[in-house]
């Protein structure tokens, strides 16, 4: 099993920024992808930005969020994080930590956090 817990939600004003971080433990392979996806209100959860773990560390971004939104990783802490600046309010919703683990491949996802930018 793997557990995702998140934090760095909040409230902001537009223009504003936050960082989310999400710490996995348990039975994570040394491959894998961590990343965020969100949902708003009404809305299908869709996703925001993920990164692998291997040494190239690729990244793959929502076009809504190229340019604003950075994906990191600390492989060491099996902890990624997601840099929000130029906050908009479409950005509002709730955040989900993702962990995707191959062989076979098998999603996790964290509790969710509340990320809601203000006008």
């Known amino acids: 099993q793997v557990q995702l817990v998140e934090s760095g939600g909040g409230l902001v004003q537009a223009g504003g920024s936050l960082k989310l971080s999400c710490a996995a433990s348990?039975?994570?392979?040394?491959?894998?992808?961590m990343g965020w996806y969100r949902q708003a209100p009404g809305k299908q959860r869709e996703l925001v930005a993920t990164?692998?773990?291997?040494?190239?560390?690729?990244?793959n971004y929502a076009d809504s969020v190229k340019g604003r939104f950075t994906v990191s990783r600390d492989n060491a802490k099996n902890t990624v994080y997601l840099q929000m600046n130029s906050l908009k309010p479409e950005d509002t919703g709730v955040y989900y930590c993702?962990?995707?683990?191959?062989?076979?491949?098998?999603?996790?996802w964290g509790q969710g956090t509340q990320v809601t930018v203000s006008s």
């Open positions: 993702n962990l995707v683990r191959f062989g076979p491949r098998i999603d996790y």
């Open positions: 348990g039975s994570i392979s040394s491959v894998n992808i």
């Open positions: 990164r692998s773990s291997t040494s190239s560390d690729m990244s």
